[in-house]
């Protein structure tokens, strides 16, 4: 069945740096575009950033472009999401997705459990 696991969460201070994995499994990753969501505490989700099947092109929301870097390696079937200058309000719920391909409407078939982010100091 499909997995999705995400690794690497935590508690940062302000202007500090994360990186977060996802590890896929049951479905052929190297043809999914794929996208990191977050959800913060009372809010709906929102898509973060969004890469296509080679890695060559990638999307940001405009809250974090600049400061995060989204990756993919093909051969071990893995996102990376590379956060940096960290700011309290990326706090939230942070998962990967599978997604028909780039779109600005949040839309997706699998996702896994998320990890947590939280920047306080």
């Known amino acids: 069945q499909v997995q999705l696991v995400e690794s690497g969460g935590g508690l940062v201070q302000p202007g500090g740096s994360l990186r977060l994995s996802c590890s896929a499994s049951?479905?052929?990753?190297?043809?999914?575009?794929m996208s990191w969501v977050r959800q913060a505490p009372g809010k709906g989700p929102e898509w973060v950033s969004q890469i296509n099947v080679g890695g060559t092109l990638a999307r940001y929301a405009d809250s974090v472009k600049g400061r995060f870097t989204i990756s993919r390696d093909n051969a071990k079937n893995t996102i990376d999401l590379q956060m940096d200058n960290l700011k309290p309000e990326d706090t939230a719920l942070y998962f990967c997705a599978r997604i028909p391909s780039f779109g600005d409407v949040l839309e997706y078939d699998y996702r896994g459990q998320g990890t947590q982010v939280t920047v306080s100091s």
């Open positions: 049951g479905f052929t990753f190297s043809t999914a575009y």
